[in-house]
Every structure is written in C-alpha cells, then in structure tokens.
C-alpha cells in the first residue's frame, strides 16, 4: 500500500522559514518523480514543485522560486521542502505526491502551513 506522510508544517511569521518533510512508503521510492502541492482555503490545489529521478533536476513554481527547495534522500525515501522567507500568501496545506509521468496518483494527507503576523 502506497504511503505518504507529510510533517513539519505550523505557525509561522513572514520572512522565516520552514523545512517539510514527507516519508514515503508501499512503492520504490527511487523510481518515481516526486512533488510537493498546495492548497490554499477556497482555492484549487496548485503544484510547488516537483524533483525527477535520475539526475534529481528540479522544478520550481514562479511563486516559489528562489524561495524554495526541494530535496530527496532515496536511501531514506524521504522528500523535503525547504521553505525560506515565507509569504502569507504561502499560507495552504502542504500535500507530498507521487509523479507518474507528470500524473501525480498517491497524495499524503497533507501538513498545514501558516505564515501570519
């Protein structure tokens, strides 16, 4: 059975930072592409980012850019985000997901992310 568990999410102020985290488990880890998208309250999920096998190339959204950072450690199968200078609009809950050749199919339940004054 396909698992992904997402932590690390919380309270947090404008220009901070945050690291989440996403432990997969039930596929092989290293054989799949991998993503991290958001949903924000009475919004469509939007996707973050996304990081390939293989070479480990990296894709960003525009709003995240610069900002975020995603890594994977296959011995761990792990996933993280790396969340620096944070936004309120980066504010959503945080969903990790399995990339089948650009479908995401198995999503976590999701890590809440707030960002406030």
């Known amino acids: 059975e396909v698992q992904l568990v997402e932590s690390g999410g919380g309270l947090v102020q404008p220009g901070t930072s945050l690291r989440l985290s996403c432990e997969a488990s039930?596929?092989?880890?290293?054989?799949?592409?991998m993503s991290w998208i958001r949903q924000a309250p009475g919004k469509g999920p939007e996707w973050v980012s996304s990081?390939?096998?293989?070479?480990?190339?990296?894709f960003y959204a525009d709003s995240v850019k610069g900002r975020f950072t995603i890594s994977r450690d296959n011995a761990k199968n792990t996933l993280d985000l790396q969340m620096n200078t944070l936004k309120l609009e980066d504010s959503a809950v945080y969903f990790c997901?399995?990339?089948?050749?650009?479908?995401?199919?198995?999503w976590g339940q999701g890590t809440q992310v707030t960002v406030t004054v």
């Open positions: 997901a399995r990339n089948w050749d650009g479908v995401h199919d198995y």
């Open positions: 039930g596929f092989t880890f290293g054989s799949y592409a």
């Open positions: 990081i390939k096998v293989g070479d480990g190339r990296t």
